[in-house]
């Protein structure tokens, strides 16, 4: 098959189907770009530079909440599921970015929180009044034990219960998260109602699909069994949330069930694209029920990488191995960083090898069968930034200080301009530092610059665009040792053999490797037979 006839076999997809390989790009709006000089993002600053991430060649951006919110939680605590928080803007802003970015091409997801809520939200207000009002149950409420100690053992992830005392109901209601993000009752048919008329309110506006956040947490156990303690596993401790095997404040089997509902839902909007958030022990299996065969969700947000202190052969192997292209199998999603990870480029690599890494894992990621999901600045090269404690937001790090890495440090506003001193983000302090390493990767220093990674990914996007081998095609490992790493992508008459050597030294050239085919890419002195540190080579042929 020529070029042309595999341009037209891609353009050929369908509709229904345009997320499969998508590259999709997570804007942070309160750090992407603030239109208002208050130091923080907002959705017209969003809106100003979305010329700016079609110009990369993505299919589409994903949207962290802008919602009516406390920020207790930055935005993932809700308190109006259907208007804009006035930090970002308002409903007319969020309208002009949608329509703007639909006519530059470009999808807009967006988050739903559908596990808890903020304790302000209306719902919830009403739910707290006492035991017998309409939305009493629309929350998870439970007696305390004769002792009057929490009706479990369960923790929260940000640490200590997971349950607080109310005393106008003088009950305990349970929260997963932040003591002010109160969890739904999700097992109440009427609250799946009211969630699903939440992402009607969304589709109406012409929103493009959703990423739905902490999934696994949507339901409990109803029985409010005790978590077993969880056996050492070699790894720090830094919570009592680590000390227990969550088998039962999270992944109830009857989720499954509310996901067909909200399925239903989006099928009936056409090509709208579901994406499950899916954290902790036992996510795997989890990701899979949630998007298996076609009435549950899309896809899954694996965390494989996020948090992974080393980018390995094996991990990334592993990774692609737990999706195969069986029927009735899930299709994968795939992050090396977002807003909760570290960059990957602190995690990954010394900051002599930050340039030649950040290359080489550009070309791993663009070469990844699932959808890939770029965390904006990650095609800058951004790296984390070291809040200090004093000028810490996240209320994670603040609770468990100082073992758990502040999420802030990934987090920190954009850089436009190398120039201004808050980076053309904002014409005041911005509410994070930006770094000084970062301010010097400005895209303005970037976008005329051939040899930079901004363009790079720019190519690399062009070139998975345009190649149904690696938008949508299989994966066949080839070779996995503790350097090299070695796939190939195959589909409509087109096989990419993809070659990488994640170490700082040079290695062989692995045996199961062809060695034929044209450089389709060859960055860091990668060629035929010779991988040089952080080579990447993909070599394309016509089958």
Excluded at 240 to 260: E, K, M, S, T, V
């Amino acid at each position: 098959m020529n070029r042309m006839s595999r341009l037209e076999a891609t353009a050929g997809r369908t509709a229904s189907s345009w997320w499969r390989g998508a590259a999709i790009y997570q804007v942070y709006p309160r750090s992407f770009r603030d239109s208002n000089a208050d130091g923080i993002g907002d959705l017209a600053g969003a809106t100003e530079r979305l010329d700016y991430i079609a110009s990369l060649g993505v299919d589409a951006i994903w949207l962290s909440p802008f919602f009516t919110s406390p920020m207790k939680d930055f935005g993932y605590d809700v308190a109006d599921y259907c208007d804009v928080d006035p930090i970002f803007g308002n409903l007319a802003d969020f309208d002009a970015l949608v329509a703007r970015a639909h006519k530059l091409g470009l999808k807009v997801l967006i988050d739903q929180v559908y596990a808890h809520s903020s304790d302000q939200h209306a719902w919830f207000t009403e739910s707290r009044q006492d035991r017998a009002n309409p939305k009493a149950d629309w929350y998870v409420w439970a007696d305390a034990k004769p002792d009057g100690s929490p009706p479990s053992n369960w923790q929260s992830v940000f640490g200590g219960p997971a349950w607080t005392w109310d005393a106008r109901r003088r009950q305990y209601y349970l929260h997963n998260f932040l003591s002010s993000q109160p969890q739904l009752n999700v097992h109440n048919g009427a609250v799946q109602d009211a969630l699903l008329e939440v992402a009607k309110f969304w589709l109406d506006r012409g929103v493009d699909g959703f990423r739905l956040d902490a999934l696994n947490f949507a339901m409990h156990d109803p029985q409010l069994r005790d978590n077993p303690p969880a056996p050492e596993d070699g790894n720090p401790r830094t919570r009592p949330f680590d000390f227990q095997q969550r088998l039962y404040n999270q992944g109830h089997a009857d989720i499954p069930a509310f996901l067909g509902r909200i399925r239903e839902l989006t099928d009936s909007y056409r090509a709208v694209f579901t994406m499950a958030e899916v954290g902790g022990t036992g996510a795997l299996a989890q990701m899979q029920s949630y998007t298996q065969g076609e009435t549950r969700l899309n896809s899954a947000y694996g965390f494989d990488f996020l948090y992974a202190a080393a980018l390995t052969p094996q991990l990334v192997a592993a990774a692609q191995a737990d999706w195969p292209d069986r029927q009735g199998v899930g299709w994968p999603s795939w992050a090396f960083e977002n807003h909760d990870a570290p960059r990957a480029l602190s995690r990954w690599s010394r900051p002599e090898d930050h340039e030649a890494f950040a290359r080489m894992k550009a070309v791993l990621f663009a070469a990844l069968r699932g959808n890939i999901i770029l965390y904006q600045g990650e095609e800058l090269g951004l790296t984390q930034v070291d809040i200090p404690y004093d000028q810490l937001q996240d209320p994670e790090a603040i609770a468990n200080w100082p073992l758990t890495l502040s999420r802030d440090g990934a987090r920190t506003p954009m850089p436009w301009t190398a120039q201004d001193e808050h980076g053309g983000f904002s014409a005041v302090q911005p509410w994070l530092p930006l770094g000084a390493d970062n301010l010097a990767r400005a895209i303005d220093r970037q976008d005329g610059d051939p040899a930079s990674l901004l363009n790079l990914t720019r190519r690399l996007l062009g070139l998975r665009q345009g190649s149904p081998a690696l938008r949508e095609g299989s994966f066949a490992l080839l070779h996995a040792d503790d350097a090299v790493l070695a796939f190939c992508r195959e589909a409509a008459g087109e096989r990419m053999t993809c070659l990488f050597n994640l170490s700082a030294m040079s290695a062989p050239w692995p045996q199961a490797a062809a060695r034929s085919g044209d450089e389709a890419v060859a960055l860091n002195g990668a060629s035929v037979g010779r991988l040089p540190p952080f080579a990447a080579l993909i070599l394309r042929e016509e089958i």
